[in-house]
C-alpha cells in the first residue's frame, strides 16, 4: 500500500467520524498498512459515547462483560495508536470533489483540503444538537447541562434531571452515589427508558415527579433551584437545584453530507454488501449506514468497519487481496 503519513494534505484513506466505528476502522486500516486520518466536529474522539454517555456502562460489546463508555473509547484509541492516525478534531468536511485521476478531495471547514485513496464515513447519527429545556430560555447563568462528561463536577450538588429516557435514567443512576440529591422531572407517567434502568432508579429511592414540567428557574449568575407544575396541584413545587440536566434527546443532522450526492433513506446513507456508497471510493459504516436486515450496535459497526477497509484497500490498490488474513498470523 502507498503510504503518505508524512503528507499532510493527502491519506490513504480518510474516516469522517472518531466514534467506536471510525476508531477501530483507524486501527483496522493501519493494520493493513494504510496511511489513516480522522475527522470529527467534536473536539475529541469517541463520538457520542464522550459527548453523551462517558460514564454509562455498555453490556453488549463482545469480549467485555460490561466495559464503561469512556474506557471503551480509552481501549479503541490505544488500539489504533501504533498506527499512527493522524486526527482532525474540531473540523468538519465540508465537501467531497475528485481530482484529476477521480481520487476524492475533501475541503474542511477551515478552507483546507485532503487528498484522499478512498473515503470512509462512520458519522453515526451525523452532528447533533441537544433539544433545549424551554424554561431555561433567556437564562444566562451557570448550571443547565445537556451531557455529563464529568460526574465529579457534580458532588454534593442537588441535581434535577428532566426527562424520561434512557439517557435521564442513566445520569440519575450514575449520580446518584455522588450528589446530594437526584430528582427526575418527567412531563409523563410512562418513560422511553427501558424498565429495568427504571426498576433500579427506583429501587434507590430516587424521587420521580411524573405528569410534570419545569416551569421555571431560580438563580441569576447560577441556579440555585427550579419550580415544577405538576398536573393536579394547585401550585407549583420548588425543589433545589444546584445543576439542572436537561436530558430531552437530541436533533441529528448529517449536514453538508446531504449535498455530495450519497444516496439516502432519511437520515441513512445507502451500502452494498461491502460497504460502498453509490459515490466512487466512498464507503460508509456503522450506525449512519442502512441496508436490508441492519441492526444498530456498536459491534454491528466494527464488522462493517472491517468490511468497509477491506473493500477499500482494494480500490485504492487493485493487486491488494481482499482479505489479508488473521492479525493472530501477523506476529
Sequence with gaps: MTNVSGRPDKTDIAIIGAGPT??????????????????DALPEPGGQITAMYPEKMIFDVAGFPEIR?????????????????GYRL???????????????????DDGSTLDCGAVLITGGIGSFTSRPLPAADGF???????????????????????????????WALALHPIARSVTIVHRRDKFRAHAHTVER????DVPIVVNAQ???????????????????EDGPRSLPADTIVAALGFVADLGPLTEWGL????????????????????????????YAG??????????????????AAVAIDPSAHLFPGHSSDAG
Design 22 to 39: 471510525g476508531l477501530f476502522a483507524a486501527y483496522y486500516a493501519g493494520f493493513r498498512g494504510l496511511a489513516v486520518t480522522l475527522i
Design 90 to 108: 474540531g473540523r468538519r468536511a465540508e465537501q467531497l470533489s475528485y481530482d484529476e485521476e477521480n481520487l476524492p478531495r475533501l475541503t474542511m
Design 263 to 290: 444516496e439516502l433513506d432519511r437520515r441513512h446513507i445507502l451500502v452494498d454488501p461491502s460497504m460502498a456508497t453509490n459515490l466512487p471510493r466512498v464507503f460508509a459504516a456503522g450506525d449512519i449506514t442502512e
Design 69 to 85: 463508555g469512556r474506557d471503551l473509547v480509552e481501549n479503541l484509541v490505544k488500539q489504533a495508536a501504533p498506527f499512527n492516525p
Design 201 to 204: 432508579v427506583k429501587a434507590l
Design 140 to 170: 444566562t447563568g451557570e448550571g443547565i447541562v445537556y451531557f455529563v462528561p464529568q460526574l465529579a463536577v457534580h458532588a454534593d450538588e442537588d441535581v434535577v434531571v428532566v426527562g424520561g429516557g434512557d439517557s435521564a435514567f442513566d
Design 294 to 311: 441492519k441492526v444498530r450496535l456498536i459491534a454491528t459497526g466494527f464488522g462493517e468497519a472491517a468490511t468497509a477497509v477491506n473493500n
Design 214 to 232: 419545569v416551569t421555571a428557574l431560580h438563580g441569576h449568575e447560577r441556579v440555585t433551584g427550579v419550580e415544577v407544575a405538576v398536573k393536579g
